[in-house]
């Protein structure tokens, strides 16, 4: 049994791809495991829908806002020591959740358990792209991506059995061992790496400016309808975005060691990966936002059957994920790239025939080309994106690629949000004129449309209105994700090479840098 758990330098980085993918599991799982259970959490907190969007929102804004800082500082003081630090983080913040009293403490340590996310997602990919030599990496980023859909696969399911048969709460719970298990295996197997080139220093003028940046940025998209877009406190979140954004690209070549080291995106390939990073994201968080409260609003789901439903999809990504990362070493990634972006493109196309009457039997296929669509995206994606960066930069490299995903996924939420309520807002207002439902009623029916609270105790009337709202706005939105997933199709045949260029190894010269640091015994 020893001779089996001993470490060699064969079998040492299957371990460590092992300890990513416990923390990766960890991380995936709290993104689909709390859109099943909103509704839920909409009834034990009282939740508005805007309320329900901050769950979801101030995860990925925190998430999103400091996975560069977190990719950059596993780069300069140890990857594995910034990934121990975010398991840990991540895990203690989970606890918090778990125990929360109101939507108030839940949507603080949503933030809190956001900023641990961010310091073991870059940590994840940047360790893999050090330890697994080029003609490896794409079936090792493969293995990474078709966890991660496991983690989505099994999320709504497990999700919503806790959710319904014993608490939301302790879906948050399950992170605990999951945590455990990162942080033993990581300890074992993994070893240090670090950017070794220089003498390094924090750009904390870059981090400010792009944390105020991206924050004003999201509050804006996510509140404008509430506020309303011409409103004072919006024009000032919008003029702030813009100032901190562009002060940002400003600061970063002016600094001995940027954060961001803007000469990336002088590879086509890095910044195509990151267009399409933050175009998949945009349309696969905002569909699994609102059909999960579709599916058991309107549909009449419960909490499990929703969850199994969204099954067909993320077992598409477990089932082929890993072979296109094998394909991407081979053939390169743009034709996965552009053939997956294509098939996500219809998908979302389908949804948009929703109507009221059309049910699951509309979604399944959509789910399911969903799936294979966004398999043949994820893993290329990845891998196109970290073979473009120096080996040194790959924590930096890993973060701005997680970044685009997140900010795409925050983006993707708020902008079909707040398209969402003006449709439904418009619909009703049609709908319900003359029927003597007040526009007091009409307005918390529109803000509660996706909980489906207020529905109940009005007219008949007034309930199929606000059901045909629902659908008139979900399938308008499903539009808009359409249209941003075709654009990614042209940007991936564009910008990404057909092959990737040969550069030195990164991970051949080993485990040799990392290998100055002792491991963990």
Same mark, same amino acid.
């Given at each position: 049994?020893?001779?089996? @758990?001993?470490? *060699?330098?064969?079998?040492?980085?299957?371990?460590?791809?092992?300890?990513?993918?416990?923390?990766?599991?960890? #991380?995936?799982?709290?993104?689909?495991?709390?859109?099943?259970?909103?509704?839920?959490?909409?009834?034990?907190?009282?939740?508005?829908? !805007?309320?329900?969007?901050?769950?979801?929102?101030?995860?990925?804004?925190?998430?999103?806002?400091?996975?560069?800082?977190?990719?950059?500082?596993?780069?300069?003081?140890?990857?594995?020591?910034?990934?121990?630090?975010?398991?840990?983080?991540?895990?203690?913040?989970?606890?918090?959740?778990?125990?929360?009293?109101?939507?108030?403490?839940?949507?603080?340590?949503?933030?809190?358990?956001?900023?641990?996310?961010?310091?073991?997602?870059?940590?994840?990919?940047?360790?893999?792209?050090?330890?697994?030599?080029?003609?490896?990496?794409?079936?090792?980023?493969?293995?990474?991506?078709?966890?991660?859909?496991?983690?989505?696969?099994?999320?709504?399911v497990v999700g919503g059995a806790l959710a319904e048969y014993v608490s939301w709460r302790a879906i948050f719970?399950?992170?605990?061992?999951?945590?455990?298990?990162?942080?033993?295996?990581?300890?074992?197997?993994?070893?240090?790496?670090?950017?070794?080139?220089?003498?390094?220093?924090?750009?904390?003028?870059?981090?400010?400016?792009?944390?105020?940046? &991206?924050?004003?940025?999201?509050?804006?998209?996510?509140?404008? *309808?509430?506020?309303?877009?011409?409103?004072?406190? #919006?024009?000032?979140?919008?003029?702030?975005?813009?100032?901190?954004?562009?002060?940002?690209?400003?600061?970063?070549?002016?600094?001995?060691?940027?954060?961001?080291?803007?000469?990336?995106?002088?590879?086509?390939?890095?910044?195509?990966?990151?267009?399409?990073?933050? @175009?998949? !994201?945009?349309?696969?968080?905002?569909?699994?936002?609102?059909?999960?409260?579709?599916?058991?609003?309107?549909?009449?789901?419960?909490?499990?059957?929703?969850?199994?439903?969204?099954?067909? !999809?993320?077992?598409?990504?477990?089932?082929?994920?890993?072979?296109?990362?094998?394909?991407?070493?081979?053939?390169?990634?743009?034709?996965?790239?552009?053939?997956?972006?294509?098939?996500?493109?219809?998908?979302?196309?389908?949804?948009?025939? @929703?109507?009221?009457?059309?049910?699951?039997? &509309?979604?399944?296929?959509?789910?399911?080309?969903?799936?294979?669509?966004?398999?043949?995206?994820?893993?290329?994606?990845?891998?196109?994106?970290?073979?473009?960066?120096?080996?040194?930069?790959?924590?930096?490299?890993?973060?701005?690629?997680?970044?685009?995903?997140?900010?795409?996924?925050?983006?993707?939420?708020?902008?079909?949000?707040?398209?969402?309520?003006?449709?439904?807002? !418009?619909?009703?207002?049609?709908?319900?004129?003359?029927?003597?439902?007040?526009?007091?009623?009409?307005?918390?029916?529109?803000?509660?449309?996706?909980?489906?609270?207020?529905?109940?105790?009005?007219?008949?009337?007034?309930?199929?209105?606000?059901?045909?709202?629902?659908?008139?706005?979900?399938?308008?939105?499903?539009?808009?994700?359409?249209?941003?997933?075709?654009?990614?199709?042209?940007?991936?045949?564009?910008? #990404?090479?057909?092959?990737?260029?040969?550069?030195?190894?990164?991970?051949?010269?080993?485990?040799?840098?990392?290998?100055?640091?002792?491991?963990?015994?």
């Open positions: 049994m020893t001779d089996r @758990i001993r470490l *060699n330098e064969g079998n040492r980085r299957w371990w460590t791809l092992a300890a990513m993918c416990f923390a990766l599991f960890m #991380i995936m799982l709290d993104n689909t495991v709390v859109n099943v259970a909103l509704p839920s959490i909409q009834d034990d907190l009282g939740a508005s829908l !805007s309320g329900l969007e901050w769950t979801v929102n101030i995860y990925t804004l925190t998430f999103a806002v400091l996975l560069v800082t977190g990719g950059r500082l596993g780069d300069i003081f140890g990857r594995r020591r910034m990934f121990l630090f975010g398991v840990v983080v991540f895990a203690l913040s989970s606890a918090a959740i778990g125990f929360a009293p109101g939507q108030g403490w839940l949507v603080a340590f949503r933030a809190v358990q956001g900023a641990g996310a961010a310091f073991m997602m870059p940590a994840t990919l940047s360790i893999i792209t050090v330890t697994f030599p080029a003609e490896e990496r794409g079936k090792a980023i493969g293995t990474w991506a078709g966890v991660s859909a496991l983690a989505l696969a099994i999320g709504p719970f399950l992170n605990l061992p999951v945590a455990v298990g990162a942080v033993a295996v990581t300890l074992f197997a993994t070893r240090e790496s670090r950017d070794e080139s220089q003498r390094h220093t924090i750009d904390w003028a870059g981090i400010g400016a792009l944390s105020v940046g &991206l924050t004003a940025l999201v509050l804006a998209l996510v509140e404008g *309808n509430a506020w309303g877009w011409g409103s004072a406190s #919006i024009v000032a979140l919008v003029a702030t975005a813009a100032i901190g954004l562009t002060a940002f690209a400003l600061i970063e070549p002016r600094v001995r060691e940027p954060m961001v080291d803007l000469s990336l995106f002088g590879s086509k390939t890095f910044l195509g990966a990151n267009a399409v990073g933050f @175009i998949v !994201s945009f349309a696969m968080l905002a569909m699994f936002f609102f059909l999960a409260l579709y599916m058991q609003n309107i549909l009449g789901y419960s909490a499990v059957q929703a969850g199994v439903r969204f099954l067909p !999809s993320t077992l598409m990504i477990v089932l082929i994920a890993p072979l296109a990362g094998r394909l991407a070493d081979r053939v390169g990634p743009r034709p996965l790239i552009v053939t997956g972006l294509s098939l996500t493109t219809f998908a979302l196309f389908l949804q948009t025939r @929703i109507t009221v009457d059309t049910g699951y039997g &509309l979604l399944l296929p959509a789910f399911v080309v969903m799936g294979i669509g966004m398999a043949l995206v994820m893993s290329p994606m990845s891998t196109a994106a970290m073979n473009s960066v120096p080996p040194e930069k790959a924590g930096v490299g890993s973060g701005v690629l997680s970044m685009s995903r997140m900010v795409g996924g925050t983006f993707g939420v708020a902008a079909i949000g707040a398209l969402f309520q003006h449709l439904a807002s !418009s619909r009703l207002a049609d709908e319900l004129a003359g029927s003597g439902v007040t526009a007091a009623q009409r307005d918390r029916i529109v803000e509660n449309l996706g909980a489906g609270s207020d529905a109940t105790n009005l007219p008949p009337q007034a309930v199929t209105a606000a059901h045909d709202a629902f659908i008139h706005a979900l399938s308008n939105g499903m539009w808009l994700s359409a249209a941003v997933s075709a654009t990614g199709v042209l940007l991936a045949f564009l910008l #990404i090479a057909p092959k990737q260029a040969e550069r030195p190894d990164p991970a051949r010269v080993p485990e040799a840098a990392a290998a100055e640091a002792p491991s963990a015994s």
